[in-house]
């Protein structure tokens, strides 16, 4: 809806509570390389890096959910996904292998999916009081002053059908009262979803969720969670907020709010990130050449992803998480700014290898200290030698939910 168009029938007094819809595009990625090679829809889709000639290395950048079918997820090397899911063409030509269950690989394009993602963002921004951008293929709408709660579900449906239309990507949304109920309420029926939770349904609609739904609850902390006997967000509303606090820090206070439907926060623009980072949760392990492997293809996304921002760095560090919930971080200053994917890489596998032979169940590199400019990168021989780092009790921060690769910061 254009302009500052109210649906009929919205009230001063009602649109003065606050509604939020969270977009999120539906593996986007697949869906954009499906909106120029219409051949790919209903087939299982993979867009990634390293399965190319030559390349003996990479990960899943997004998986569509053909190809989840077969066990093939986001940040995952592309050597399991191709056992998993073979290639077409590989599978046409070995009479062992299924074509029926081969998929279609294709390389990042990162500016074809940003051209996309702009009129995917045009529409949102139209629609919204406030907008606030959180990656590519997702954002926040403070749409409080343009409907109201009796209309809120006809005006996100038609949101959701103007993109479809004019765009031709699907865009799951989530209506609530607040940023973290309206953020688990898009996940709830994807693909295509939207789910509108009001005010007075918001408390009934998080309890029964498993307490790994709820936003900012990752793998490790929904482990720990559960070991004291909280598997729902409803036994997280009706834990001892004190008891939570003692071992989660203030983040424990959070989480009990957020389980309990209170998010005060409210939607702002956002401005550049001072930090992009990946994180990848695994089996715990000691082989060193598989956590190589993964920070690898993590150093390899976190450096695209600056280049898509038209970012530059200062600062390259890894997280490396050994059991139980021992946070290790690790940096390296450069001499300059640069934008150096193969830089990254390096650097990240270097400061990895202090943790040779330790026992590894998550790990997660970011680059820091960015700039946003045009302004001519410094020429680095050799980068700074200023290493720096710290051990932490505290649990790691939440994983962000992956239908794809996302960027967050750490720490």
Known sequence: MAGDARLPGASAEEAADRIVIHADADCFYAACERLREPALRGEPVVVGMGYEAGDTRGAVATASYEARVYGVESA????????????KGEAARDPDLSVEEAGFYRPVDMEYYKSVSEKVHGHLREAADVFREVSI???????????????????????KRRIAADVGVTVSVGVAPNMSTAKVASDAEKPDGCVVVRPAEVREFLAPLPVAELHGVGPVTARSLRDRGIETAGDLASADETELANEFGER?????????????????????????????????????????????????????????????YRTIGIKVVTPPFSVNTRDRSLSGPVDDPALVERVAEDLLSEFDG????????????????????????????????????????????????SLSEFE
Do not use: C, M
Request: charged residues 35%; glycine residues 12%; proline residues 6%.
């Open 358 to 405: 330790e026992r590894v169940r998550k790990v997660g590199v970011r680059v820091s200290k960015l700039e946003f400019s045009d302004d001519e990168q410094a020429n680095l021989g050799a980068w700074g030698e200023g290493d720096s780092g710290g051990t932490s009790a505290e649990p790691p921060p939440p994983a962000t939910r992956s239908g794809q690769v």
């Open 137 to 159: 293929d997702e954002a926040y709408l403070d749409v409080s002053g343009r409907t109201d709660w009796e209309g809120a579900e006809t005006f996100a449906r038609g949101l």
């Open 76 to 87: 995952q090397p592309i050597t399991d996904a191709l056992d998993r899911l073979p290639r």
């Open 252 to 312: 424990g206070r959070d989480l009990h709010r957020r389980a309990r439907g209170e998010d005060d926060r409210a939607v702002t623009p956002r401005g550049q990130p001072k930090s992009l980072s990946r994180e990848s949760a695994f089996e715990t392990t000691d082989d060193h050449g598989v956590v190589a492997e993964r920070v690898g293809a993590l150093a390899r996304a976190v450096a695209e992803r600056a280049q898509a921002k038209g970012a530059l």
